[in-house]
């Protein structure tokens, strides 16, 4: 899949779409998530146009997979989260429900989450 220029993410990180910014850095963003699906959901995204994980793990760079993944670290750290726990969760693909072409991962917490799938 392509990526896509004008998906929602890439125009917040253009500025375009305000958010409701958690981090920043050089390498991602993270912002809470406007359909919340828990007490604390955030998104955190890479700072650079990579559709899913496979696309991200395939074709970043070595300085942008790791300035990435210690964001998603660092949001959770600044929101506290560490104690009581939390989940990540990046969909790829339309079998997982993948709504924005923008590799994402989603941070949930503040809550027990109950299990990761219904049968």
């Known amino acids: 899949m392509a990526y896509d220029q004008?998906?929602?993410f890439a125009k917040i990180l253009r500025g375009?779409?305000?958010c409701d910014k958690i981090y920043e850095d050089?390498?991602?963003l993270a912002f809470n998530d406007i359909n919340a699906q828990a007490p604390v959901h955030v998104l955190v995204i890479p700072k650079a146009d990579y559709v899913s994980m496979?696309?991200?793990?395939a074709n970043a760079s070595a300085d942008l997979l790791a300035g990435f993944f210690?964001?998603?670290g660092e949001t959770a750290r600044i929101l506290g989260l560490e104690g009581d726990g939390y989940r990540l969760i990046a969909n790829?693909?339309?079998n997982a429900h993948q709504e924005v072409p923008h590799?994402?991962?989603h941070i949930l917490s503040g809550k027990k989450?109950?299990?990761m799938l219904s049968r």
């Open 6 to 8: 004008n998906n929602v």
């Open 16 to 18: 375009e779409i305000p």
């Open 26 to 28: 050089d390498f991602a």
């Open 54 to 57: 496979a696309d991200f793990s």
């Open 70 to 72: 210690r964001a998603v």
């Open 92 to 94: 790829t693909g339309s």
């Open 103 to 105: 590799l994402h991962f």
């Open 113 to 115: 989450l109950g299990p």
